[in-house]
């Protein structure tokens, strides 16, 4: 199994399974071409903790805490799982931040920008180009020697187990009844598949994401650096299988105007992505692959996801996100902010290469 995950055959078919359960869960529930958004989905999770006030995004939402678990009992299975951290840990959290405002100004993370495409939004493209353009960005500083530094082994194991830990008090308190939205929200985002579909779902997408590596930012970095398509094939069938499957349950509606929970200003679905993916390229992952090496016991990615739950406060609290009539009244502020400070890390982060 290890072999064939690391092979082409293997990420496809990783890809592939992701995308038909994006899909399953869309039709179980799932707001529309939103099966799985790990920047969607950590937002109605930190609205349920109290994060923002925004009454139809208040659920802690199964998928997020099924993809940690998943990955960590793939981690432990194949003995991936080690506890390390410590480094550049405020910068991660600061990008984590603004990887979240960007992505609720476009109104998904990558991961949604692919099936946002898949459903027939086209705006998706604007998405998608600008998470190239942030990834393109992010890859000129790696060129260039941009490092945040390694991890290092923890002096104990406990704290790699912190993240997972969380995503189980997370589902206990979401199985006890806390953070479940009641039946009285009826806006279209507070859609959710059942509770058990939504946790199974997660935890295949966390073991397959965790053995083939499955990155969206990924992907495009490859591209630009070494010029190599392994990881993007599965991006490729990631997409093919949610849009094959959108078409079968008559999810795939083609448009610019009306899409769920989605806006049609093109400069914004650009920009905001392009913020979101020169953070993830800078941080190292996308929102899903973070989650998964936080599965694995790394306390950077954790620090990563914990900032993104933050910036889902700091977004919806101080109208930086997005909604399907526009962007916030100061999103376009945020964004602005928020490339400068990336600009920054990027340029300061450059480790001197020795002669």
């Known amino acids: 199994m290890e072999l064939f995950f690391a092979s082409r055959r293997g990420v496809i078919s990783a890809g592939a399974i992701i995308g038909i359960i994006a899909a399953v869960l869309q039709k179980l529930g799932n707001p529309g071409n939103m099966g799985l958004c790990m920047a969607c989905f950590e937002r109605d999770t930190a609205g349920a903790l109290g994060f923002h006030r925004v009454g139809a995004l208040q659920y802690i939402r199964p998928e997020i805490l099924g993809i940690l678990l998943g990955a960590t009992l ?4 194949f003995k991936e799982f080690r506890s390390r951290g410590g480094s550049s840990v405020v910068v991660r959290f600061i990008l984590g931040i603004f990887a979240m405002i960007g992505a609720l100004v476009f109104l998904g993370c990558p991961w949604r920008a692919f099936l946002r495409l898949a459903g027939g939004d086209w705006n998706a493209i604007l998405g998608i180009l600008g ?23 923890t002096a104990g194991s406990l704290p790699g187990w912190i993240m997972p830990a969380l995503m189980l008090g997370l589902l206990a308190l979401l199985v006890g009844g806390f953070g479940k939205l009641g039946p009285e929200v009826g806006d279209k985002a507070a859609a959710r598949a059942p509770l058990l579909l939504s946790l199974a779902g997660g935890l295949v997408v966390g073991v397959l994401a965790q ?4 990155c969206t930012m990924g992907a495009l970095r490859d591209i630009f650096i070494v010029r190599d398509l392994h990881l993007f094939c599965g991006v490729a069938a990631f997409t093919v299988a949610a849009l094959l499957l959108n078409v079968a349950f008559g999810q795939f509606h083609a448009g610019w105007q009306g899409q769920p929970v989605a806006h049609a200003e093109h400069l914004w679905n650009f920009l905001g992505m392009t913020l979101a993916g020169l953070c993830f390229v800078l941080a190292g992952g996308c929102p899903g692959r973070q989650l998964i090496l936080a599965g694995e016991g790394d306390n950077d990615s954790g620090i ?6 933050v910036g889902a406060g700091v977004a919806h609290n101080f109208g930086l996100a997005s909604s399907p009539a526009g962007h916030g009244a100061f999103g376009p502020a945020a964004i602005a902010i928020g490339i400068v400070f990336s600009l920054v890390v990027g340029l300061t982060m450059i480790q001197r290469r020795r002669a």
């Open 211 to 214: 053995r083939s590596r499955f």
């Open 131 to 153: 998470l190239a353009a942030g990834v393109g960005i992010g890859a000129v500083f790696i060129r260039r020697g941009y490092s945040l530094g390694r991890a290092h082994p």
């Open 304 to 309: 990563f996801v914990l900032g993104m739950i």
């Open 74 to 77: 793939s981690a432990v299975a």
